[in-house]
């Protein structure tokens, strides 16, 4: 059963047969704005970045993977998507990260996932907003482990720019936090550089 995740939840990427989840993608979905219009109702894009931080043991920035840059060892994202569900929920997510730990650079001791609206609608506008963590692929979703529930939860109302979680090592073995924490943010750079190095 997948956890809805709250914030500071820390889950354990183990399965429920005791083998270690080490393949598996962390997806943002998100639907189009639909304005009521006088003769016809009027689309409106919405722009949601899903991007992650990489860092090593000394807490010094190593990459950061997002539409414009969408690969790193073991880390490949699956492209800027410009407008949101157009016709409601189609069930797969906009933007996923697919993340292979096994392939990882060896000096990578943290990950950070972020997300930020590129055109500047806050996060308690875009219809069913969410994120999860999930064993499958960009097009196939075999089991969800995680979920963040971002349209509902009022903590994010007025707000663009949110810092989600991280993976990190304890103990020679990868974890998960939810640190679900938004920020004043306005840019992917300062979300990292002055947001998500508070938390290292």
């Given at each position: 059963?997948?956890?809805?995740?709250?914030?500071?939840?820390?889950?354990?990427?183990?399965?429920?047969?005791?083998?270690?989840l080490t393949n598996f993608c962390v997806g943002a979905n998100w639907g189009a704005i639909t304005e009521k219009g006088f003769f016809r109702d009027k689309i409106r894009p919405v722009d949601l970045d899903l991007s992650l931080a990489i860092f090593d043991r000394?807490?010094?920035l190593c990459d950061i993977v997002y539409f414009g840059k969408k690969a790193a060892?073991?880390?490949f994202h699956s492209g800027d998507d410009l407008t949101g569900d157009v016709?409601?929920?189609?069930?797969?997510?906009?933007?996923?990260?697919?993340?292979?730990?096994?392939?990882?650079?060896?000096?990578?001791?943290?990950?950070?996932?972020?997300?930020?609206?590129?055109?500047q609608i806050e996060f308690d506008k875009i219809p069913f907003a969410s994120i999860r963590l999930?064993?499958?692929?960009?097009?196939?979703?075999d089991r969800i482990?995680?979920?963040?529930?971002?349209?509902?939860?009022?903590?994010?109302a007025y707000k663009v720019s949110m810092i989600l979680?991280?993976?990190y090592i304890r103990n020679g073995e990868w974890k998960f936090s939810a640190i679900g924490e938004p920020t004043r943010d306005r840019k992917?750079?300062?979300l990292v550089l002055n947001s998500v190095v508070n938390f290292l």
């Open positions: 059963m997948a956890v809805n995740l709250i914030k500071g939840q820390k889950i354990s990427l183990k399965k429920d047969n005791g083998a270690v000394n807490k010094q060892p073991g880390i016709d409601g929920d189609d069930g797969l997510d906009n933007e996923i990260i697919t993340i292979d730990l096994s392939k990882v650079a060896n000096n990578v001791d943290q990950i950070f996932f972020v997300l930020n609206s590129y055109n999930y064993e499958g692929t960009p097009k196939r979703v482990f995680a979920t963040y529930n971002i349209a509902n939860d009022h903590t994010f979680g991280k993976l992917l750079d300062d």
